[in-house]
C-alpha cells in the first residue's frame, strides 16, 4: 500500500534493540494463530498468554474480534477489507514485537498472501505462524457462537469454510491439530517453541 502522508520522517528509538532485550529478558515475536472459526485460536492465545505471563514473560493477545470493535470497526468481510485487516493487524503486531512482547494473534486470516505479507514486514525468523487445525466439520460441532448455524442458513455471507475459502498454511512454523491436543498442550508447545528459538527463557 502506498503512503499518502507527505512531509514525514522515520524517528528511530534511542534505545537500542539488544539494550531493550537484555533488560526485559526475552525478545519479540509474533505467533500467528491462523485457522477456521471455532478451530480454537483464542482459547489457545489466552491460555498461552496466561501461561507466559506466569513465567514473568511480556505477553499480549490480538484477538480479532476485539480488534472489529476499535481500529477495524470499519471493515467488513469482503476479500478487500480482509486484506485491509490483517494489513493494519500486522503492523500493530509488528511494534508490539519491536517493543520485545510477546505477541499472539488469533485471526482466521483466511489467504496466504495476506500472511506472507506480515512476514514480509517482520524482522527475519520473529513472524511464527502457528495453523491451529481443525476440520470444518469439528468446528460446526463446536460452534460456541452459532456462527456455523447461521452461515449454513445464508444469514452470514462470505463465511470462512463455508461460502468463502480458507487457505491452510504451506509451512507454518507450528501446526496444532486441536482434534488431538488438550488446550494446555497446544499452549504449551506454543511456549516450547518460543524457547527452544530463543525468545523467552527456559
Not at 502506498?2 to 537500542?16: L, M, P, Q, R
Not at 534493540?17 to 533488560?23: F, M, S, V
Not at 498461552?48 to 472489529?68: C, H, K, M, S, W
Not at 456462527?147 to 509451512?171: D, H, M, V
Request: glycine share 8%.
Amino acid at each position: 500500500m502506498t503512503t499518502k502522508s507527505t512531509n514525514i520522517t522515520w524517528h528511530g528509538a534511542d534505545v537500542t534493540q539488544e539494550e531493550r532485550q537484555n533488560i526485559l529478558g526475552q525478545k519479540g515475536a509474533v505467533v500467528w494463530l491462523t485457522g477456521l472459526s471455532a478451530s480454537g485460536k483464542s482459547t489457545i492465545a489466552r491460555r498461552a498468554e496466561q501461561l507466559l505471563l506466569e513465567r514473568g514473560v511480556t505477553v499480549y493477545v490480538l484477538d480479532g474480534d476485539n480488534i472489529r470493535f476499535g481500529l477495524n470497526k470499519d471493515l467488513g468481510f469482503s476479500p478487500a477489507d480482509r486484506t485491509e485487516n490483517i494489513r493494519r493487524i500486522g503492523e500493530v503486531a509488528k511494534l508490539f514485537a519491536d517493543a520485545c512482547t510477546i505477541t499472539l494473534t488469533a485471526f482466521i486470516s483466511p489467504y496466504r498472501a495476506d500472511r506472507d505479507r506480515v512476514r514480509e514486514i517482520m524482522p527475519a525468523g520473529t513472524f511464527v505462524e502457528c495453523y491451529v487445525n481443525a476440520s470444518v466439520e469439528l468446528c460446526e460441532q463446536r460452534d460456541p457462537k452459532g456462527l456455523y448455524k447461521k452461515a449454513r442458513a445464508g444469514q452470514i455471507p462470505e463465511f470462512t469454510g463455508i461460502s468463502a475459502p480458507y487457505e491452510a498454511p504451506a509451512a507454518a512454523e507450528l501446526e496444532l491439530v486441536t482434534g488431538d491436543l488438550s488446550v494446555d498442550q497446544a499452549a504449551m508447545a506454543i511456549i516450547d517453541y518460543l524457547v527452544k528459538n530463543g525468545f523467552i527463557k527456559a
